[in-house]
């Protein structure tokens, strides 16, 4: 299999991602895992909601702000919008879709985000 982030399932009206599909396929397994750990630590599931949601927010925009940062920094003065949506203004507006995302600003930003947790 060669890997090719634009192929998917082709559903008529509309294409599922392989690359999404990943991604969905990831969080929904971290939080079924992390649900039998909190569990078994008899935790309360409440906290693991607001968890789940502080991971996923911290994972997407880390992973886009560091591909950003480490990859394109020049779009921060360039073109803004484009950093965290899904267009292009330059040289026109246009719908690019979001792409650029690296899993290591993904990583620093989920530390991050557990710190805060912890000191919340």
């Known amino acids: 299999m060669i890997w090719n982030p634009t192929e998917g399932i082709d559903l008529g009206f509309f294409m599922i991602r392989f690359y999404s599909l990943t991604w969905v396929t990831a969080f929904a397994l971290g939080w079924y895992i992390t649900?039998?750990?909190f569990q078994r630590e008899k935790e309360s599931i409440e906290k693991l909601?607001?968890?789940?949601?502080?991971?996923?927010?911290?994972?997407?925009?880390?992973?886009?702000?560091?591909?950003?940062i480490f990859y394109q920094p020049e779009l921060f003065s360039q073109d803004p919008l484009s950093v965290l949506l899904p267009?292009?203004?330059?040289?026109?507006?246009?719908?690019?879709?979001f792409s650029g995302l690296a899993s290591h600003?993904?990583?620093?930003?989920?530390?991050?985000?557990m710190y805060?947790?912890?000191t919340k």
């Open 105 to 113: 600003g993904a990583a620093i930003a989920i530390i991050v985000t």
């Open 87 to 97: 267009i292009s203004t330059k040289p026109e507006l246009h719908f690019t879709g």
């Open 35 to 37: 649900k039998f750990i």
């Open 49 to 68: 909601d607001n968890l789940f949601v502080y991971t996923i927010v911290a994972t997407m925009l880390g992973a886009r702000l560091g591909h950003v």
């Open 116 to 118: 805060y947790i912890k």
